[in-house]
Nanobody, 125 residues
């Protein structure tokens, strides 16, 4: 199982970015993909998650309404569209996969067995 996050960069407050998570090596329908982020000096936190069908999505309160998670089954990829970015969104963003089926677990990083390397997002003027 492999995941690879990309698309990070430097953006001004109020700007937008789209992160990509390319996946391989597992049966997509069995997994939920999540995005997490870790800011300097802080613990890693949940951002968003989606089932592969895209029928169920989950968001942290801090990003709800600004971030959108979506799947592209043909490309085996998951995207995180971020708008209205704030300096407090600055962090390393990572994607991860879990085969848990209890949606309560999607918010907790310990239930994700597979992780990709992160991509840096910096929001600054």
């Amino acid at each position: 199982v492999q995941l690879q996050a990309s698309g990070g960069g430097l953006v001004q407050p109020g700007g937008s970015l789209r992160l990509s998570c390319a996946t391989s090596g597992f049966t997509f329908d069995d997994y939920t993909i999540g995005w997490f982020r870790q800011a300097p000096g802080k613990e890693r936190e949940f951002v968003a998650a989606t089932t592969w069908s895209g029928g169920s999505t989950y968001y942290a309160n801090s990003v709800n309404g600004r971030f959108t998670i979506a799947t592209d089954n043909a490309r085996s990829s998951v995207y995180l569209r971020m708008i209205g970015l704030k300096p407090e969104d600055t962090a390393v963003y990572s994607c991860a996969a879990t085969n848990e089926h209890n949606s309560l677990y999607y918010y907790d990083q310990k239930y994700y067995a597979y992780w990709g390397q992160g991509t840096q997002v910096t929001v600054s003027s």
